[in-house]
């Protein structure tokens, strides 16, 4: 097993009689389905439906506190401890950001030897493994008891970009792109049977209409990375971007439509001049449009 602390992530909290509400009106996840020891995908959106910020999020159990912890990039954790506060208005929430003193340890390929009491499994896909919310200064300790070989972050970007996972600023850009641009819908970050909250309304349409057509998808390169942001042309024609690489393994945000027509077509995916092929080429295919009950 593997565990790596993750400089990049922060941690912030939000506790208070009112905080399952509050958060429940907020943000696409079902908080009311959390509690200690279990994690959820989810994020903030601005009211057009945009990612303010994506995260994971769970419930420390009262020995540490109670109310919710908030794993997400750290750059961020002060814009939205701002902004939840922006929004608490008269409810009883304290919103704090905790990212000076609490960070995030990833541990995969294996199951931990025990369970600290802020772990829970990634909800995005399994083989993500487990999330652990400590100070940096307990990493190495914690990977011990859990039975983990401390690692580089680098090996945790890699086994992210070879299991297919988004990264904000890296393979979408905060503030202009909608949840299924970032495969949020298919990474369980988005419950589209809860009631309202921020920017409910546009991803609910895009969901029962089907009109999402730009989607992060898995690429495999077939030598040298191309550098993050360049264009990707089927032929001549532009139908995406190159986002985050590692080896042979990388994330595009491409349209899927004019993909799709370029596979149809025998056209071959450049980047820079360098080759590139989907990994999966039927994630570009148009699913059926689902209907409103």
């Not at 829970?120 to 487990?130: K, T, V, Y």
């Not at 890296?170 to 909250?197: Q, T, W």
Request: net charge negative.
């Amino acid at each position: 097993m593997k565990a790596a602390f993750l400089p990049d992530r922060g941690v912030v909290k939000v506790s208070g009689e009112d905080a399952r509400n509050f958060l429940n009106g907020l943000i696409t996840t079902d908080v009311e389905q959390l509690r200690p020891g279990l994690g959820q995908f989810g994020a903030l959106l601005t009211p057009q439906g945009k990612i303010i910020v994506d995260f994971l999020i769970t419930e420390a159990p009262a020995g540490h506190g109670g109310g919710f912890l908030i794993d997400a990039p750290r750059a961020l954790t002060k814009g939205l401890a701002d902004k939840l506060g922006f929004y608490k208005l008269r409810a009883k929430v304290a919103v704090e950001n905790l990212s000076d003193s609490l960070g995030v340890l990833a541990a995969w390929d294996g199951e931990p030897a025990m369970h600290p009491d802020l772990s829970f499994a990634d909800p995005r896909n399994a083989a993500l493994g487990w999330r652990i919310l400590i100070p940096e200064e307990l990493k190495q300790k914690l990977a011990d008891v859990i039975g983990a070989d401390l690692v580089d972050n680098d090996a945790y970007e890699a086994h992210r970009i070879a299991t297919g996972i988004p990264r904000g600023g890296l393979d979408f850009i905060y503030g202009d792109a909608f949840p299924h641009e970032s495969n949020m819908d298919r990474l369980h970050g988005v419950d589209f049977d809860k009631g309202c909250y921020v920017g409910q309304e546009v991803v609910s349409r895009m969901q029962h209409r089907g009109t999402a057509r730009t989607r992060t998808v898995k690429v495999i390169l077939d030598g040298p990375s191309p550098e993050a942001g360049a264009t990707i042309l089927a032929g001549d024609k532009p139908v995406g971007t190159i986002g985050s690489t590692a080896g042979p393994n990388g994330l595009a945000l491409v349209r899927t439509d004019r993909v799709a027509d370029a596979l149809d077509a025998g056209l071959s995916l450049t980047a820079g001049g360098l080759g590139l092929r989907l990994a999966e080429p039927d994630a570009v295919r148009a699913a059926p449009k689902q209907t409103v009950t």
